[in-house]
């Protein structure tokens, strides 16, 4: 099932990239824009700390042929994560790709867990979901990495459902250990 799975990613993925760069292609082709409007349309510009940098050409056929784009929701236990944002259109683009762990990567998952509600309980609502995933991924993240989070070089990223999500019965918690820089090999018991 995992085969077909990557199958269905890959072939998404270079839909993607086809469709991207049919998009880059034509915001090229449109006119000239001032510097101003050049940092935010176009070209995407890779986010800093929330800041739109000057337009940067980020290859996703390059990308996209290496790493499978997924959402969170489908991050499985194990799986090593690179997460890209930039801004086109004035409107900020994020994509998630899964990558082998043994290539540069930034998170890898190490916890998969479900929020424990009946059907009939409402969404918690997010200040609520993000103190519940927060204690979980921090309750687990040592038995993984093999060091105390306050002594280890990792971070702590997690992901919960959505409101609309959740009143479908997606209910997964993901804990992930996250890296400024990116890492090769897995965390596991790394003691880092």
């Not at 929701?73 to 998630?96: F, H, M, P, T």
């Not at 890898?108 to 009939?120: C, D, G, I, K, N």
Request: aromatic share 8%.
């Amino acid at each position: 099932m995992r085969v077909s799975k990557r199958s269905d990613r890959t072939l998404f993925g270079l839909l993607c990239a086809v469709l991207l760069a049919l998009l880059v292609l034509s915001s090229c082709s449109s006119g000239s824009a001032s510097d101003d409007d050049q940092a935010t349309a176009g070209l995407p510009g890779v986010l800093q700390a929330g800041v739109a940098a000057t337009t940067t050409s980020i290859d996703w056929g390059e990308i996209i042929l290496d790493e499978d784009p997924i959402d969170f929701y489908q991050a499985e236990l194990g799986s090593c994560l690179n997460e890209y944002s930039w801004v086109q259109d004035k409107q900020r683009i994020n994509r998630l790709t899964e990558v082998s762990c043994e290539l540069p990567h930034e998170k890898e998952v190490y916890l998969v867990t479900q929020y424990s509600a009946t059907a009939e309980e409402p969404y918690p609502g997010e200040e609520l979901m993000t103190e519940i995933a927060t204690q979980l991924c921090y309750r687990d993240f040592e038995v993984f990495v093999g060091q105390s989070f306050e002594l280890s070089k990792y971070d702590i990223d997690h992901s919960y459902p959505p409101r609309a999500n959740y009143e479908v019965g997606y209910r997964d918690i993901i804990c992930m250990v996250k890296t400024t820089d990116k890492t090769v090999g897995s965390a596991r018991q790394s003691r880092l």
